[in-house]
């Protein structure tokens, strides 16, 4: 039987929740910048000076782009498993995470991991619907990129809070480990037969 070459792509809830938030605080900043725009370019009672209106039309354009941005964008986030890495998502961020990377795997209760009145009041609100979810937590060797440029496109909640690793909320946890221990098992028994065939010392086969 051939084995498997990839896991399915499971969606990043916690960007999904980021990007949900985002663009309904812009779209209603938006549209009222476009609104406020439109009464003083339309009416003849000015609001604002008339420079001051090319400023305000440039932020709604940029502000309803944003909202495109966010809208769509929440769908692109994922994280997948292949046959010797797992790829990690984000419409900003690409990357490869090596099983040689990999530690172990195991499943976490969000809310023990990140406890709500260690957060700010804003960010419990944020993270109020993904409390009881259970997340993947997988511990790392090391960061595939520099911690500090990882937390520059990754929330702070996809960061292990006691160990080098990273915290991943998709909607089927169970199934997606189940991918991951499949994939990973196939890497790590063909790492094992490439070292224990004839010569593979004497050639430097270590996988």
């Known amino acids: 039987m051939r084995r498997q ?16 938030r985002l663009w309904g605080a812009t779209l209603t900043l938006g549209l009222l910048l476009t609104a406020i725009w439109g009464w003083s370019w339309f009416s003849d009672t000015q609001l604002l000076a008339s420079q001051d209106n090319v400023w305000l039309f440039v932020a709604a354009v940029v502000l309803l782009g944003f909202t495109l941005f966010a809208f769509f964008g929440r769908k692109v986030a994922y994280i997948q498993a292949y046959k010797d890495h797992i790829r990690l998502v984000t419409p900003f961020l690409r990357t490869n995470i090596s099983y040689r990377r990999v530690r172990r795997f195991y499943p976490a209760d969000f809310q023990q991991l990140f406890p709500p009145h260690e957060e700010s009041w804003a960010r419990r609100q944020l993270l109020l619907p993904l409390y009881g979810k259970t997340a993947l937590v997988v511990e790392l060797n090391g960061y ?13 909640q996809m960061f292990s809070p006691k160990t080098t690793g990273l915290v991943f909320l998709v909607p089927d946890w169970m199934k997606f480990s189940m991918e991951l221990d499949s994939l990973r098992g196939g890497w790590l028994d063909s790492r094992s037969s490439r070292r224990a065939a004839p010569g593979a010392y004497h050639y430097g086969m270590d996988g």
């Open 144 to 156: 595939p990129l520099h911690p500090i440029l990882l937390r520059f496109f990754l929330a702070p």
């Open 5 to 20: 070459k990839k896991s399915k792509r499971y969606p990043l809830l916690l960007y999904q929740r980021v990007m949900n």
